[in-house]
């Protein structure tokens, strides 16, 4: 089991500087999609819960804003400042494992990855997660992340307790408990009420999930979504634009045995089809955008069903190389299929050329203030475009549509929204803002973007 950091590897600061010791000149942030560039006046990588709070207390006794990046994977400005921007490389590790209570605590700079594996090793995992793996802790939960699933929901309703430094420079612990107001809200916190220095999740033994993957039709999975969502414990397909083609993935447990992917096809799918010949084609897209409906014909035809067996995160994840931007909305599940029609009738009589598939997923409703399944069922559809193709008249007609379902968009990625929209969005924002206005009444996490969503 691995263990949290036990000490810093901070330099003395090159500059005078009212922080702690390992404060330093910050270098320029920026984005994984590149949508997003920041330049902090100093940075810090603490090691420890103490070491966050004091220097949150310094920053304000400074005047300081302070923000958290972990590895960049929001499309937004959600972690951007111009004050102190916290680097939580030395915050990973899990710090304990209660059997008993089957839970496990683990520091918030700890990336996905390094959890689900350790996880796995000790014979645990968590219920559901989303299908890439690269985002820390903190990151993942404070913009809502999300699987697909039935009956279990996000990463974020899989949390148990948090510990939270707030902006006077208090560690709290939330949970049922203690706290039970913030831990309602910081589950999907957007980094607006402090820093996360640690989350609880519940786990269980570990179990195996066995996926099906398979082709159909357009016409097919619409006509058979809400049948395909009863039948299965995690449900998503794809859509290809300017065909009629879609790849259905079933997510179900198994008493196994285990039967993973084998190494060639495994290969084939999730390296040469999924991430270098999308590489391809998105460069050839964004360079001669008329080859795109003949590229996704081809593509949409490549997949082929296959069936196999394994350990939770090896099949909820796949590897994401090719880099994209993104726009994702929540609606009513029982909404998503006209949605999703109404989304394919205005990319056809259009001019717009989409190289990307449209994602569809499914979640429970759940009980957190801002989650984008906070009080519904809820259906969600993604949109993409590979990285540098101008994205604006393809996202803003999506959004469009989805507004008039009741959208919410998913807190990470692309959208125009404002405070006014998401307060009528989300029965309980006014919940979250006062919430804000007692931990933060200075706005110390603040900046330009969650202004805009959250309001002043």
């Known amino acids: 089991m691995s263990t949290g950091s036990t000490g810093s590897t901070a330099e003395p600061p090159t500059a005078p500087t009212a922080l702690t010791a390992p404060a330093r000149p910050a270098r320029p942030w920026r984005n994984w999609a590149g949508t997003v560039t920041a330049r902090p006046a100093l940075e810090i990588s603490p090691a420890s819960a103490d070491e966050v709070a004091d220097a949150v207390r310094r920053a304000a006794a400074d005047g300081l804003r302070v923000k958290t990046a972990g590895s ?59 299908d890439i793996m690269e985002q820390t802790v903190a990151g993942a939960v404070s913009t809502g ?7 279990s929901a996000s990463l974020s309703a899989q949390i148990t307790a948090v510990e939270l430094v707030t902006a006077d420079g208090t560690l709290l612990t939330c949970s049922r408990e203690e706290n039970p107001d913030v831990l309602a809200a910081v589950r999907v916190g ?16 570990l179990f195996l999930l066995r996926a099906r993957e398979e082709p159909m039709s357009f016409d097919r999975v619409t006509a058979e979504f809400d049948a395909l969502h009863a039948e299965n414990e995690h449900f998503e397909f794809y859509w290809f634009p300017h065909t009629g083609n879609c790849n259905t993935k079933r997510n179900n447990r198994s008493a196994g045995p285990a039967d993973p992917p084998g190494a060639l096809s495994g290969w084939f799918e999730d390296e040469f089809l999924s991430n270098g010949l999308l590489q391809a084609a998105g460069l050839l897209g964004r360079a001669v955008p008329a080859a795109i409906p003949p590229m996704a014909r081809v593509a949409s035809r490549a997949l082929s069903a296959r069936t196999y067996t394994d350990i939770p995160y090896k099949v909820f994840t796949t590897p994401r190389r090719v880099r994209f931007v993104e726009m994702e909305y929540a609606v009513p599940r029982e909404a998503a299929v006209t949605a999703l029609r109404e989304v394919r009738a ?21 009980d957190i203030a801002l989650s984008t399944a906070s009080g519904r069922e809820t259906a969600y559809i993604a949109v993409h475009l590979f990285r540098g193709t101008p994205h ?8 469009r549509i989805m507004t008039a379902h009741e959208g919410r968009p998913h807190w990470g990625k692309l959208h125009t929204r404002d405070a006014e929209y998401l307060a009528r969005a989300y029965p309980r924002h006014g919940e979250f803002t006062a919430l804000r206005d007692r931990l933060d009444p200075e706005r110390r996490f603040g900046n330009d973007h969650l202004r805009r969503v959250l309001g002043p």
């Open 72 to 130: 960049g994977h929001s499309f937004t400005a959600i972690a951007a400042t111009d004050g102190l921007l916290i680097r939580p490389d030395l915050l990973t590790g899990i710090r304990r494992i209660d059997r008993s209570a089957m839970t496990v605590t683990v520091e918030s700079g700890t990336p996905l990855k390094r959890l689900n594996t350790a996880l796995a090793r000790e014979g645990l995992s968590l219920a559901n997660m989303g």
């Open 145 to 151: 992340t999300h699987g697909t699933g039935r009956d």
């Open 190 to 205: 957007l980094g607006a009420l402090g820093v996360i220095t640690a989350v609880t999740f519940a786990v269980e033994p």
């Open 346 to 366: 205005m990319i056809e009589r259009s001019p717009l050329k989409v190289g990307f598939p449209v994602e569809v997923r499914t979640a429970p409703a759940d």
């Open 392 to 399: 604006r008249s393809y996202f803003t007609a999506v959004e």
